[in-house]
Structures are given as C-alpha cells and as structure tokens.
C-alpha cells in the first residue's frame, strides 16, 4: 500500500527557515510527480510547489517564489521542500502528495496524499 510520510514541521519565528521532507513508499511510479500542499485554518488548500521526474525545474506558487525550493532524491524517491524567510502568512499544514505523469495544478488528481506537517510562523 502506498504511503506518504511528511515531516520537518514545527514552531519557527518569522525570517527563519524549515526544511520539510516528504517519504513515500510501496509505489512503482516510474514517472510521477511529487507536490506540496498546504491549508491553513480557514482557507482552501493551494499547492506550494511541484517537481515531477521528466521535469528538473520546481513549480511554485507566487507567494514562495524565491524563498521556497522544492527538491528530490531520484534513488529515494523522497522530496523535500526548503522554506526560506518563513512569514506568518506561511503558517499552515503541508501535505506531500503525489501523481502520476506530470505536475498539474488539480488537486483531484493527485492520487496518494501524506498526513500533513503543522508548519507555525510566529513570534
């Protein structure tokens, strides 16, 4: 069974940084791609960030463009997500999801999802 485990999260202030790590397991995707999500309390979930195995460029959102970078390990099949100059606004649970093919914005498409990872920016 597949299974996506998320972790990195925590308490930071604002300007700090996190890295968040995103595990999967028991999937034979040879072409696939791994996103971050993120909900924060009483907002609609919004991706952060993509990156798929045909593509080496990140996909980011406006609100992280340059302070977020989103990486794999092709042998681990894990990702990661390097958050820079965190803001209060970036307070939310990530989730780590995944897909096959390439990166699309629909969240319906993304097959496997993780637990989620409580990000909090505050001071």
């Known amino acids: 069974q597949v299974q996506l485990v998320e972790s990195g999260g925590g308490l930071v202030q604002p300007g700090g940084s996190l890295r968040l790590s995103c595990v999967p397991s028991?999937?034979?995707?040879?072409?696939?791609?791994i996103a971050w999500f993120r909900q924060a309390p009483g907002k609609v979930r919004e991706r952060v960030s993509c990156i798929s195995t045909r593509v080496g460029a990140g996909i980011y959102a406006d609100s992280v463009k340059g302070r977020f970078t989103i990486s794999r390990d092709s042998a681990k099949r894990m990702a990661y997500l390097q958050m820079n100059s965190l803001k209060p606004e970036d307070t939310a649970v990530y989730y780590c999801?995944?897909?096959?093919?390439?990166?699309?914005?629909?969240?319906?498409?993304?097959?496997?999802w993780g637990q989620g990872t409580q990000v909090t920016v505050s001071s």
């Open positions: 999801a995944i897909k096959a093919g390439v990166c699309q914005l629909s969240q319906s498409l993304y097959n496997y």
């Open positions: 028991g999937f034979t995707l040879d072409t696939y791609a």
